[in-house]
């Protein structure tokens, strides 16, 4: 069965910390993705990676970054937290050729 | 104009009831087209893939109009677990496969 975990559900953090949120996939996909949903949109891309150590913009990349040392993790990282960065974030994976299977998602506030 | 639009509702369906909602997409290179399923507070997940010929799983069938650019969820015999968040998801073919997002249109299932 396919198996998406996130770090946390839930986080609490303070305006300019540094905030890593972590993906871990056990399907051995090679695309993994970084979203962000808020209410009344879409989910957003942040950042996608197509292979270790390879990484791309998505839509919103802008206050994140991301790591990929591993086939199986995906790391979000954003720098310095800021308020518009309260939302939900996904993490998704998928083989190049099939659709996406998400993570639980972690729900993020930025105080 | 948004790339991929959803009418939000919510819509308030009696249980039994058939309902059906469509989503519109702006870029006619589109090529697959999916429907997940959100429920509150939880990850998207696949419902179904949208083929060219249409498709139906047991109380839900899918339709493409690749003329007008809109697919369509029919769900008959509606039961009050259908109640979810529709999103509605249409992709490029690439080696990458990035998916645009509909916002989602919200289904209440009332007893």
């Known amino acids: 069965d396919v198996k998406v975990t996130q770090s946390s559900r839930y986080l609490v953090k303070r305006t300019g910390e540094k905030v890593f949120l972590e993906c871990v996939q056990d399907?051995?996909?090679?695309?993994m993705f970084w979203y962000r949903q808020d209410p009344g949109l879409g989910l957003r891309l942040i950042y996608f990676?197509?292979?270790?150590?390879?990484?791309e913009k998505g839509d919103i990349p802008e206050g994140y970054s991301v790591s990929r040392e591993k086939k199986e993790r995906f790391s979000l990282i954003l720098e310095s937290a800021s308020t518009n960065q309260t939302s939900m974030y996904l993490c998704?994976?998928?083989?190049?050729?099939?659709?996406?299977?998400f993570g639980p998602g972690t729900r993020l506030t930025v105080l | 104009r948004k790339e991929v639009e959803q009418d939000p509702g919510p819509f308030n369906v009696p249980e039994g009831a058939t309902v059906a909602f469509n989503c519109t997409y702006s870029?006619?290179?589109?090529?697959?087209f999916f429907w997940y399923r959100q429920d509150c507070r939880k990850e998207p997940k696949l419902l179904m893939s949208?083929?060219?010929?249409?498709n139906e799983d047991g109380r839900f069938t899918a339709q493409l109009n690749r003329a007008s650019q809109y697919i369509s969820l029919l769900i008959r015999d509606s039961k009050l677990s259908d109640s979810a968040t529709y999103l509605c998801?249409?992709?490029?073919?690439?080696?990458?496969?990035?998916?645009?997002w509909g916002a989602g249109t919200k289904l209440i299932i009332k007893p």
């Open positions: 998704a994976s998928s083989t190049p050729t099939d659709t996406q299977y």
């Open positions: 399907m051995d996909h090679e695309n």
């Open positions: 990676s197509y292979d270790v150590k390879m990484k």
């Open positions: 870029n006619s290179a589109s090529q697959s």
């Open positions: 949208v083929y060219s010929s249409g």
């Open positions: 998801v249409v992709s490029f073919m690439d080696s990458n496969y990035q998916l645009i």
